[in-house]
């Protein structure tokens, strides 16, 4: 089984920058489209962002469009979500997971123990 392994969260300004990474074990990796999604405090976990197993198509929520980056290195079996101008609406904890498709609709393992970004205004 693929294990998840999320870092990188913290406590941010308004405006400022953090860079996630997602560690996957597991040979796996490379064959699927990776995403990343995020859960507000008594919200349900929504999508952020995907991208292709090559790397060559990638796919955002229309929030962060323009702000966010997400990146991935096969050979290292790690995705990243590099996040600009941050927003305290960004606030929550982010995760990241195989995806069938780029909607991030259907995910493929089970969800590692995230990392939490909070922003502050």
């Known amino acids: 089984q693929v294990q998840l392994v999320e870092s990188g969260g913290g406590l941010v300004q308004a405006g400022g920058s953090l860079r996630l990474s997602c560690a996957a074990s597991?040979?796996?990796?490379?064959?699927?489209?990776m995403g990343w999604f995020r859960q507000a405090p008594g919200k349900e976990r929504v999508f952020v962002a995907a991208?292709?197993?090559?790397?060559?198509?990638?796919n955002y929520v229309d929030s962060v469009k323009g702000r966010f980056t997400i990146s991935r290195d096969n050979a290292k079996n790690t995705v990243y979500l590099q996040m600009n101008s941050l927003k305290p609406e960004d606030t929550a904890a982010y995760y990241c997971?195989?995806?069938?498709?780029?909607?991030?609709?259907?995910?493929?393992?089970?969800w590692g123990q995230g990392t939490q970004v909070t922003v502050s205004s």
């Open positions: 597991g040979r796996t990796f490379r064959q699927y489209a």
């Open positions: 997971n195989a995806v069938l498709d780029l909607s991030g609709g259907n995910y493929v393992y089970a």
């Open positions: 991208i292709s197993w090559s790397g060559g198509r990638t």
